[in-house]
């Protein structure tokens, strides 16, 4: 008889959807509440949205161990940087410390799928999206997560940005007002809760703007 082993995976897919869309002079970063393993429903109310500093905000799917982990680190290396600088970390900033505290462990790596939207310095809208190992991209909207095979060829349809290729570079901002971008965000989330299981309960809203966060919180399908 052949010896079997216990097939043991240090990593769980705890599913979910994240979007964030760029604005002339705000970022909307949106997350569903859910949060399953396989056919269960562990937490219907579980925030995928974290703010790391007043204008960078954090939304990740996959592993939510590994997300919480990665937070922390996040945290610490920002408080870091106050001490050092006097001063907050700038969106793009944020954006290359999670590059490099992701590929710092590409050999064993978080396994969380971010997007952080915010500020940039002259106050308009910047969302980066990323890959497991810190590869990223500064994009005018992105989708990551279960849902996001749904969601991107929506929004690309909608928002198409400009190839990266062009020169001279193009903004990569969308062109949607502030309520049309909350607009666009509730029916993609709507759309993607009809086809994907791990998406759904409650839809959390984050509105980065000059003036502060405003968040907006509905309900999703529930099944």
């Known amino acids: 008889m052949t010896k079997q082993h216990a097939n043991w995976s240090p990593y769980d897919n705890n599913g979910g959807t994240c979007v964030a869309i760029a604005g002339s002079d705000y970022c909307v970063i949106a997350a569903d509440t859910r949060m399953s393993t396989g056919y269960s429903i562990l937490s219907r109310d579980y925030s995928k949205i974290h703010k790391l500093a007043d204008k960078a905000v954090l939304s990740s799917s996959g592993f939510q161990?590994?997300?919480?982990?990665?937070?922390?680190?996040?945290?610490?290396?920002?408080?870091?940087?106050?001490?050092?600088?006097?001063?907050?970390?700038?969106c793009p900033a944020m954006a290359q410390l999670l590059s490099n505290t992701l590929y710092f462990k590409r050999f064993f790596p978080y396994y969380a799928f971010n997007v952080l939207g915010g500020l940039d310095a002259e106050g308009k809208g910047c969302v980066f999206t990323y890959d497991a190992v810190g590869s990223y991209e500064k994009v005018g909207y992105s989708a990551q997560g279960s849902g996001s095979t749904?969601?991107?060829?929506?929004?690309?349809?909608?928002?198409?940005?400009?190839?990266?290729?062009?020169?001279?570079?193009?903004?990569?901002?969308?062109?949607l007002s502030e309520a049309e971008a909350v607009d666009l965000v509730k029916t993609v989330f709507a759309s993607a809760t009809e086809r994907d299981i791990y998406t759904g309960d409650k839809l959390e809203i984050m509105i980065l703007k000059a003036d502060g966060i405003k968040t907006e919180l509905i309900d999703l399908r529930k099944d």
């Not at 590994?66 to 050092?84: E, P, T």
């Not at 969601?151 to 903004?171: C, E, G, H, V």
């Open 65 to 90: 161990a590994d997300v919480k982990a990665l937070q922390k680190v996040l945290k610490s290396r920002h408080l870091i940087y106050q001490h050092q600088h006097n001063k907050q970390m700038s």
């Open 150 to 175: 749904l969601i991107m060829p929506f929004l690309d349809n909608q928002l198409k940005s400009p190839s990266p290729l062009l020169l001279p570079a193009q903004d990569s901002i969308t062109p």
